[in-house]
DNA sequence: GCGAAAATACCCGGATCCGGGGATGGCGCC
DNA sequence: GGCGCCATCCCCGGATCCGGGTATTTTCGC
């Protein structure tokens, strides 16, 4: 049984051009080549679930409703519908739009016929077809949020409790002698603690632990 | 020429068959195999820049040190170099500790040697290889985001250009002296400059500007 | 009871940081 | 031309940090 794609493109010709590359593959059928996303969204309501697509090809300019708007309309009326956005070129901006918006592929538009099957064929399967600058761009942006606690159980880098202790202080900027009498315990205890912080989390300075504790959610 | 990799695996069985698998790929090199992180680490110490590996492959699960952690550090001291995760199962939060670590690539162990070269090919030229089921995890990690606000055109804390620079070396723990070498200016002007730097961020140290650095993501 | 790990404590000398202040020149704006 | 800001440079003295070690006691699991 092949896949029911639909394909979102303003451009006549380029919709007619899609048409022909995907007749030739039996995993895939195009039921609906509409120029806008308004287009889209009034057919699917006339069309019975079964006769929906199960993957949109939609480009992601499109005059009046942006191919992301209408993929966030799409997403929320049609939650079960896959959406591959197509582009000419890459524009971070909107990767992550697409991607906020509910796209779960990002193709450019002159993708060979195979690269555009496979990516349904993947889409349809639960994957998420991207190339790969885009993925180096979503691993990026991971990256860049706030971590990720970590499980509590994890030890991290085999900190004593202790050691853990003085290191919230060490991140509080406590001074060694201030960090002795909260503790009750001595300024020389307090310097070897921290040369044993410092030898696990491999770095020379309190700066640098400060860092590593807050990069890695020691606390 | 064949790109170095190095591989960090603590069953030393593991490692035998990685090497034996890789060993049949001209593209690729096992330049060197260390059964934990601090090994890794330390190795890399001694390393002149020219025979480091570009790629490792690090297994996620390591004894003390883990593989999380060993990675956060490596791409702290050597960020040139690419990391691809070892695992046994795709676990989510460690999928996305590992991206936030520093991480560009996350594949299964049991994976085949075709898919291990291909990934560090892939790695290697700027992509970012994972599974279906994982570049779905990052779409839907990157959608259930809160949307990317614009930048905000007032600078942070009202730092000038050349503070933010300066900070960002405060941030990679350099010496005042070393600073000043790098930014071609007087051990003295980078003084200056950390003075104003910590009135603006109402700040007595350098670890307390690191901290204030981070959590506000001023950098 | 034993061994290992953790916690504690101490010393030394060098390096770096910190905060107080001062100064000059360039640049853009009024 | 004057003003304010930025970037630059300098000096001083005190405080703190850092890394090299060493040692003893306490705690905990076997």
Redesign the pocket.
């Known amino acids: 049984m092949p896949i029911p794609v639909a394909l979102v493109e303003d451009h006549a010709t380029l919709r007619q051009r899609f048409t022909e590359r995907l007749g030739f593959f039996p995993d895939v059928e195009l039921t609906l080549a509409v120029g806008s996303g308004e287009a889209l969204l009034d057919r699917l309501g006339t069309l019975p679930e079964a006769r929906r697509p199960r993957v949109v090809l939609m480009d992601i300019e499109l005059p009046q409703m942006s191919g992301i708007d209408a993929t966030a309309l799409l997403k929320r009326d049609y939650p079960a519908i896959d959406v591959i956005m197509l582009t000419v070129f890459e524009q971070e901006d909107k990767i992550f739009r697409s991607i906020q918006a509910g796209a779960v592929g990002y193709l450019l538009k002159d993708a060979s016929a195979d690269r555009l099957v496979a990516a349904i064929l993947e889409v349809d399967q639960g994957g998420a077809p991207m190339s790969a600058p885009v993925a180096r761009k979503l691993l990026r942006y991971v990256h860049d949020q706030p971590p990720t606690p970590a499980p509590a159980d994890d030890p991290p880098f ?1 900190l ?4 853990t202790e003085v290191l919230e202080h060490i991140v509080q900027d406590e ?3 201030e960090m002795a009498e909260a ?1 009750h ?2 300024p ?2 307090v ?5 044993n912080i ?1 030898k696990k989390l491999h770095v ?4 640098a632990a400060v860092r590593v504790a807050l990069e890695n959610r020691l606390l």
């Open positions: 085999e004593t409790p202790r050691e001074t060694e002698r503790l315990i001595s020389h205890t310097r070897t603690h921290v040369k410092y020379h300075s309190r700066a």
